[in-house]
């Protein structure tokens, strides 16, 4: 078989899709997921997306949950692609124009897609993609933040936000920490495991504990997403 008649493979379908298709759809892909209208226009005018022929034939015959919600968090990303400025649309035509840049951006964009565990955190992934074409982040920056985008609790970024937030000290008073000296809040934790806090340091401080700190990486990411 040439590669012409080849069929591509899913990283590949993906790529076509979001650089050479979608802006060609006529179809605001966001409204559609708004009216929660996907599993309809699979069959309809999404249905001729590379990215979507690709996934059913994963599937074989229609579509299993996984296969569903990996194209949900896909037309989500592709939202992003649609509404940004020509800047970045350029900007990322042209990366994408480089052979072997291509196929490692869509290797890592499949693998993050697939494995993003809530919905919510595909728009904060395509801000973490947009910030690496516009320069803001390195592509070490761009690979780490994507996999720390993996490891937490999205529902709980707003705790996050408010630590970075608040004073560098809090009163011990304040309703915050347990009987030990803890904080109270142990959704922090899974945020400081996943390197976007510092443990110990010149942090929060009460009855000898150290807790957590702030970091120059938290910070970046919460900028990234437009949360500070």
Same mark, same amino acid.
């Given at each position: 078989?040439?590669?012409?008649?080849?069929?591509? @493979?899913?990283?590949?379908?993906?790529?076509? &899709?979001? /650089? @050479?298709?979608?802006?060609?759809?006529?179809?605001?892909?966001?409204?559609?997921?708004?009216?929660?209208? *996907?599993?309809? /226009? *699979?069959?309809? /005018?999404?249905?001729?997306?590379?990215?979507?022929?690709?996934?059913?034939?994963?599937?074989? &015959?229609?579509?299993?949950?996984?296969?569903?919600?990996?194209?949900?968090?896909?037309?989500?990303?592709? /939202?992003?692609? !649609?509404?940004?400025?020509?800047?970045?649309?350029?900007?990322?035509?042209?990366?994408?124009?480089?052979?072997? *840049?291509?196929? %490692?951006?869509?290797?890592?964009? &499949?693998? =993050?897609? @697939?494995?993003?565990?809530? $919905?919510?955190? &595909?728009?904060?992934?395509?801000?973490?993609?947009?910030?690496?074409?516009?320069?803001?982040?390195?592509?070490?920056?761009?690979?780490?933040?994507?996999?720390?985008?993996?490891?937490?609790?999205?529902?709980? =970024?707003?705790?996050?936000?408010?630590?970075?937030?608040?004073? %560098?000290?809090?009163?011990?008073?304040?309703?915050?920490?347990?009987?030990? #000296?803890?904080?109270?809040?142990?959704?922090?934790?899974?945020?400081?495991?996943?390197? $976007? $806090?510092? =443990?110990?340091? !010149?942090?929060?401080?009460?009855?000898?504990?150290?807790?957590?700190?702030?970091?120059?990486? #938290?910070?970046?990411?919460?900028?990234?997403?437009?949360?500070?």
């Amino acid at each position: 078989m040439s590669d012409k008649d080849r069929e591509p @493979d899913i990283s590949e379908s993906l790529m076509i &899709t979001l /650089t @050479d298709s979608v802006g060609d759809l006529g179809i605001d892909v966001g409204q559609l997921l708004l009216n929660d209208l *996907l599993e309809e /226009t *699979l069959n309809g /005018t999404l249905s001729e997306l590379p990215i979507v022929k690709s996934v059913y034939a994963l599937g074989k &015959t229609g579509l299993a949950i996984r296969e569903y919600f990996f194209l949900k968090k896909f037309l989500r990303f592709v /939202t992003g692609l !649609q509404s940004a400025d020509d800047e970045l649309k350029r900007k990322h035509k042209e990366a994408v124009s480089n052979p072997k *840049l291509r196929k %490692e951006i869509a290797e890592h964009l &499949t693998n =993050i897609l @697939d494995r993003i565990d809530q $919905l919510n955190k &595909t728009e904060a992934f395509f801000k973490i993609y947009s910030a690496y074409f516009t320069q803001q982040i390195s592509q070490k920056e761009f690979l780490g933040y994507s996999y720390v985008l993996l490891k937490i609790d999205f529902d709980n =970024i707003e705790v996050l936000k408010e630590f970075y937030c608040q004073e %560098e000290s809090v009163d011990k008073d304040k309703d915050v920490y347990d009987i030990e #000296g803890h904080l109270k809040n142990y959704s922090l934790n899974n945020f400081a495991f996943a390197g $976007l $806090l510092a =443990i110990g340091g !010149q942090g929060l401080r009460f009855k000898g504990f150290i807790g957590f700190s702030k970091n120059a990486f #938290g910070e970046k990411f919460l900028k990234i997403l437009n949360l500070l």
